[in-house]
């Protein structure tokens, strides 16, 4: 079967949930098509598809793949399904943010529009949907997708309930999305393990870019240079994130001690997270997760995005949001509307503060040194507790299991549940 996948191009997060799935597909022709940060990424993880097809934004390039496509699978990116599912492809949805989207519009209205979408034929959908925001395009993904499958978070189990009372063809709770291949075989430990890992993410979405608004990757690179002046604990220092890739990684070197910032390829990136004795990391879902699978207790980074303030009150509570660290705790002042737009945008001003104003800049760097020494100070015994505590809320269905049901193997006998053998 030739399987189409895309992913919002939002970060890593969407893409590298993508190829987890992607791997879990194996076996099945593996077409990915997307452009920006999501195409970086799959290019650099190119093994886990058959295909990758860099669309440049070109909507024929993209519904000649759709064309071609036995079944879509989006990450979500919303307007991917919008189109397979006028192409009349059936689609498959996979959202790790259901919780957290905006919604102004009420559902039953979102449901309401979703269904004169579909009675419309293929040239209504942008027409009926147009006054959604953004937020609430993914919510109708859901409505109008096949089947989705819906990353635990609190909240998206209620959530998940409601789609299917507004008429959702199947929403299905999972644990994490990750690839699970590669967290197991991973070593704990190994020799040349880094002192300090710092991941910073895929960076890059609908405001953040690696040349513009990226005074938090300014900032950071500056404040590396000083926690390798403070702390000679932490001889060898990797940086890790998508706006170190390529040309733009470089070393840096203070006192003696190092730090390479750079950008791995997933599965080299994994046994670096598993084998680093300190660990810390901008507050996305899929690195908590691969952290947490791993055994690793990490400390949270500040904020990049609203999403990263959402995703710490979620966990509010619990030992990981204790410990970790806020913007709201280290800049003077600091405010950020309660929206992802404006919010982010609000994010990149307080961090251009830090960038222009030395005394707000050592502030931040003091606050910084206490919350790392709070952090590197956990018993073992305390960073275990506090790995079990995330675990147990965030645990749920084995995602390669329910997709292996929905999706089997091209030489397994399809059961009555699959996807391949239609829901409608």
Not at 5 to 29: E, M, V, W
Not at 121 to 146: I, T
Not at 147 to 167: C, D, H, K
Not at 300 to 307: I, M
Request: one cysteine or more; glycine letters at 10%.
């Amino acid at each position: 079967m030739r399987i189409l996948l895309g992913a919002q191009s939002c970060g890593f997060g969407p893409i590298s949930k993508l190829t987890a799935a992607s791997r879990a597909l194996d076996g099945h022709h593996r077409v990915f098509a997307g452009v920006t940060v999501a195409s970086e990424f799959a290019r650099r993880n190119a093994e886990a598809f058959d295909e990758v097809v860099e669309t440049g934004g070109d909507p024929a390039v993209l519904s000649g793949q759709i064309d071609q496509a036995d079944l879509v699978v989006s990450v979500m990116d919303a307007d991917l399904v919008f189109r397979a599912v006028a192409a009349g492809r059936r689609v498959l949805l996979v959202d790790s943010l259901l919780a957290f989207w905006k919604l102004d519009t009420p559902p039953e209205r979102i449901a309401e529009l979703c269904a004169r979408a579909r009675s419309t034929g293929p040239d209504g959908f942008e027409r009926e949907l147009a006054e959604l925001s953004p937020h609430e395009r993914v919510y109708a993904a859901h409505l109008l997708a096949d089947t989705s499958m819906v990353q635990n978070f609190p909240g998206a189990a209620e959530r998940t309930a409601e789609l299917v009372r507004l008429g959702a063809s199947r929403a299905l709770l999972t644990g994490p999305i990750v690839d699970d291949a590669a967290l197991v075989d991973a070593p704990r430990k190994a020799p040349d393990g880094v002192d300090l890992l710092i991941n910073i993410g895929g960076f890059k979405n609908f405001l953040l870019d690696y040349h513009h608004h990226n005074d938090y990757l300014r900032l950071f690179t500056r404040w590396v240079k000083d926690l390798l002046a403070t702390w000679p604990q932490f001889e060898r220092v990797a940086v890790c994130g998508g706006g170190y890739a390529e040309e733009r990684g470089f070393r840096t070197r203070v006192a003696g001690r190092v730090a390479e910032f750079t950008c791995l390829p997933q599965r080299a990136f994994i046994p670096v997270v598993a084998s680093a004795r300190q660990y810390l990391l901008t507050p996305g879902l899929t690195a908590i997760h691969e952290s947490l699978l791993l055994g690793q207790f990490p400390m949270a980074l500040p904020e990049q995005h609203f999403g990263h303030i959402s995703n710490l009150n979620g966990l509010s509570g619990t030992l990981f949001e204790r410990v970790g660290s806020r913007f709201s705790d280290l800049i003077e002042g600091y405010r950020v509307p309660a929206d992802d737009f404006e919010g982010t945008a609000a994010i990149v001003r307080q961090v251009g503060r830090l960038l222009e104003d030395e005394q707000a800049y050592d502030r931040f760097r003091r606050g910084m040194n206490e919350r790392i020494e709070t952090f590197v100070g956990l018993s073992q015994s305390a960073r275990d507790a506090g790995v079990a505590e995330l675990r147990s809320l965030l645990h749920g269905p084995s995602f390669a299991e329910v997709l292996g049901e929905l999706v089997p193997d091209p030489g397994a006998a399809a059961e009555p549940r699959t996807l391949i053998g239609g829901i409608r």
